[in-house]
């Protein structure tokens, strides 16, 4: 009896010296956005929160930590929840689009035909055609939002790219194509008016 008492001592004075759950908020350094979360996080939240910035154009990159199974971490924008990629800790992602499956957090963006359809609402009569830049990630839903402007009756111009420049890029491409085709068309128009005549 003394024994299974003096195990049960050691067990728990063991989980006693163990390190309590910690709250971590995990953001980059120099978005405006995100230094608001963080803030408001830390002043919202019941429990007191570290703040772990990763890395600025000043101080170099800077590492995420190690975090324990027990730790809960909160991670703000795509480039945390990157950073902390493989951690055992318990992980709410927020402000990242693309986020691991069974991660639990607030939704970033909306289906892709909510966005079609609130321009097609805003602009009825003036949106024809859509252009859309997609990254790696989001390759996957390229079926979606094709599927999305089909059923608006919109035509959709679609560019996938590996990096934020050369997404940059496709968008000037689209945004010249684009500007051809109404020029063309405004022609076609004015000397269909001037038959008319």
Not at 80 to 104: M, Q, R, Y
Not at 137 to 143: C, D, H, I, M, N
Not at 163 to 179: F, K, Q, T
């Amino acid at each position: 009896m003394k024994r299974y008492v003096l195990v049960a001592l050691v067990g728990m004075t063991a989980a006693a010296s163990a390190e309590p759950m910690q709250v971590v908020v995990v953001k980059r350094a120099g978005v405006m956005a995100y230094e608001e979360v963080a803030e408001e996080f830390a002043e919202m939240c019941r429990v007191r929160a570290r703040v772990i910035t990763l890395g600025s154009a000043f101080d170099g990159a800077v590492r995420a930590p190690h975090f324990s199974a027990d730790d809960l971490v909160v991670t703000v924008g795509q480039e945390a929840l990157d950073a902390i990629h493989g951690t055992k800790a318990h992980v709410i992602p927020t402000l990242a689009f693309h986020t691991p499956e069974g991660l639990v957090g607030p939704p970033t963006s909306p289906h892709p035909e909510l966005i079609l359809r609130v321009l097609a609402m805003a602009r009825a009569s003036k949106i024809h055609t859509v252009g859309v830049v997609l990254g790696p990630r989001a390759s996957a839903t390229l079926g979606q939002v094709l599927r999305a402007g089909e059923r608006l009756g919109l035509t959709m111009m679609t560019a996938r790219v590996a990096s934020g420049p050369e997404a940059v890029r496709a968008l000037h491409n689209m945004a010249a194509i684009l500007s051809q085709q109404a020029y063309a068309l405004h022609a076609h128009r004015n000397l269909e008016d001037s038959w008319d005549v």
